[in-house]
Structures are given as C-alpha cells and as structure tokens.
C-alpha cells in the first residue's frame, strides 16, 4: 500500500517554513524603507530555511500535507510578492506600467509555478529534476543580482533595461517547461561523494571569498542550465532525424 501524506500538524517543520516567511515578510518592510541589501540578504535567510523545512521532515517522517500547503503558501509571499516588491522598487519604478507589470508577471507565474508543483502527481515531484525555473532560483536570481550591482558601487537605485528583461524571463522560465536538476534524490557511489563533498568544500571556499560574485555566478549559470539543456535536446534529436549518407561503390576500373 502505499503512504499518504497525513494532516498532522508537526511543529518543528511547520516553525522552519514559518522562519522562511518571516524572512520574507522583513524583506518586503525592508524594500520598503529603501534598505535593498538587507531586502536581499533576508531572501536568501528564506530560501535557506525553505531548504531546510523539507529536509527536516523527511528526516523525521513529519511530512504532511498541512506542511505542504503552509509551505507553498509561505512560498508564495518570501519568493514571490517580496523579489518581485524588491526588483520593483529597486529598479522598475522608472518604467512606469511596464515596471509594475513586470513586477506582477513575476507574481502571477510564482502563483502558477506553485499550483503547477503541487497538482503534480508525487512520482513527478520525486523525480531527478523540476519542470521550469523553482521559484526560490528565481527570487535568488533577483536578490543577487542586487547584491551584484551593491558590489559594482550601485548603493541606491538604479535604472537599467536589463533587470527589466530580466523580470520577464525569469516569468517565463518559472513556468516554462524546461528541466532544472532539483539536487533532491542523487544516488551516488561511495567515491562519487568523496568527490562531491570535495567539490562542495572548494565551492564554500570561493562562496566566502567574495559572495556577491560567486552567488550571482552560481544563480545565471543554474538559470541558463535548463534553456542550455533544451537547446541541447533538439540539437541531438535533430541529428537522429538526418538520414543517414547512402555510400555510393565507384566502378572498378
């Protein structure tokens, strides 16, 4: 037979999502006030306790579908409304309708990337990789961006087309049906994680040196993974349909 989620509720869990709400309901007061790096940081505190919710109730079999439904919901304000109020009052105020619109298309596809997630059938949710952008690699994407241009020298406001395009296609990508490796069930030999607890360790080293960098590096190469990876697709199932070159015998003379 096979296990359903039940309704209990479990505090531990259920606190560590609400630690990620709170993270993002500071980060939405802090946009506000005009403190945009401190708007970033507690985004990134958000996706972190939202990395660890999860991992702590499939550790403990605490997993429910009240946590599931809290989570999503708590989802929704930290990597939804409060990226998109961020990008918003950040750098979109100056495009009048077309900032704000982008600021709700980022709201309206999080909603939808959410819905998508949670109708999905659990072998599908279980499963090697995501169907479109996660919204958290999404609102990261955003929040380092920031952190970026903090770096740059950029201490206020700014003003640029790019962050503008690039609300938009971080919209499409959430709900796009391009594959994102989710890092959730990688079955790995006993050398194969020496290695990648190697690699993990020279990662945190170059994350620590200068993280604006590094974490801005690290999100624009997991966001152009899944468009690279489908271009990469067609490219092979384009090569399978080519028909294969008739070899012709020249007459021996």
């Given amino acids: 037979m096979e296990k359903t989620a039940s309704n209990k509720f479990y505090p531990v869990p259920c606190m560590l999502t609400c630690t990620s709400l709170f993270s993002g309901f500071y980060s939405m007061v802090a946009s506000i006030n005009g403190n945009f790096y401190a708007a970033a940081i507690a985004i990134l505190v958000a996706a972190v306790f939202d990395g660890l919710d999860g991992r702590v109730a499939r550790m403990t079999g605490s997993t429910s579908e009240f946590g599931k439904q809290l989570d999503s919901l708590c989802d929704m304000v930290s990597f939804g409304v409060a990226p998109a109020l961020l990008a918003y009052l950040w750098a979109l105020t100056p495009y009048g309708r077309y900032g704000w619109l982008a600021a709700f298309l980022f709201v309206a596809t999080t909603a939808l990337r959410l819905a998508r997630f949670n109708s999905a059938s659990d072998d599908e949710n279980k499963s090697h990789d995501f169907v479109g952008l996660p919204c958290p690699a999404a609102a990261s994407m955003i929040v380092t961006t920031v952190m970026f241009c903090r770096f740059l020298g950029a201490t206020d406001t700014v003003k640029h087309l790019s962050i503008l395009l690039l609300v938009y296609v971080l919209s499409y990508l959430m709900v796009s049906t ?74 021996v003379e």
């Fill in 178 to 251: 391009h594959r994102y490796l989710s890092f959730k069930q990688i079955h790995l030999s006993r050398e194969k994680k020496f290695q990648v607890i190697v690699g993990m360790v020279l990662l945190l080293v170059l994350l620590a040196t200068e993280p604006p960098i590094t974490l801005f590096a690290v999100s624009l190469i997991y966001i152009l993974s899944g468009p690279s990876l489908a271009l990469y697709g067609l490219m092979q199932h384009g090569k399978k349909k080519l028909p294969a070159k008739k070899k012709i015998n020249k007459p």
